[in-house]
T-cell receptor, first 113, second 114 residues
């Protein structure tokens, strides 16, 4: 039962262009969403999050968009830089009851010079 | 601020052997998590502690996995006996409190079961 899905295992983008990573979820009870970034041999690090009461959250080059009706969120990185090459995980949770984070499978982003 | 520490970083064992992993969370973080990340998948929560009490262990295979958090600080995760399908990266994370959204992850322990 994959409640959070990242259907693209990999994505390749040219440096300076926009990277768009997508995530879909099935559980309508999720009300908080996070993106984590992971480099090889390191643990995931928190990148950006969004509450279900918003449809957009921006932090520097990173913007997360949430479409509740479609149960879809996306992470936009612009402009993309070589240091952005990593695996990106989408995660979701229910705030009430401190429910656990549920992660997607991850998308490997490669930024080409 | 020191991050989450884990050891060992790598471990290779044969099936049916036992193995233990250690985690030291960020100082002051009350909540500690153990995740299993199988190759090509996202992290899956095995167990969550709030101080030294278990909050959620619904996905922990209790016939072979056990975990404890003594004195509400360090934690150990044990597998006994190991199976081939236990090959994965075991990640420890901590957060200020249960329900706090940002979790800080350690580097993980890569376990290979032969």
């Amino acid at each position: 039962d994959q409640q959070v899905k990242q259907n693209s295992p990999s994505l390749s983008v040219q440096e300076g262009r926009i990277s768009i990573l997508n995530c879909d979820y099935t559980n309508s009870m999720f009300d908080y969403f996070l993106w984590y970034k992971k480099y090889p041999a390191e643990g995931p690090t928190f990148l950006i999050s969004i509450s279900s009461i918003k449809d957009k959250n921006e932090d520097g080059r990173f913007t997360v968009f949430l479409n509740k009706s479609a149960k879809h969120l996306s992470l936009h990185i612009v402009p993309s830089q070589p240091g952005d090459s990593a695996v990106y995980f989408c995660a979701a949770r229910r705030i009430q009851g401190a429910q656990k984070l549920v992660f997607g499978q991850g998308t490997r982003l490669t930024i080409n010079p | 601020e020191a991050g989450v520490a884990q050891s060992p970083r790598y471990k290779i064992i044969e099936k049916r052997q036992s193995v233990a992993f250690w985690c030291n969370p960020i100082s002051g973080h009350a909540t500690l998590y153990w995740y299993q990340q199988i190759l090509g998948q996202g992290p899956k929560l095995l167990i969550q502690f709030q101080n030294n009490g278990v909050v959620d262990d619904s996905q922990l295979p209790k016939d072979r996995f056990s975990a404890e958090r003594l004195k509400g600080v360090d934690s150990t995760l044990k597998i006994q006996p190991a199976k081939l399908e236990d090959s994965a990266v075991y990640l420890c994370a901590s957060s200020l409190r249960s329900g706090y959204n940002e979790q800080f992850f350690g580097p993980g322990t890569r376990l290979t079961v032969l």
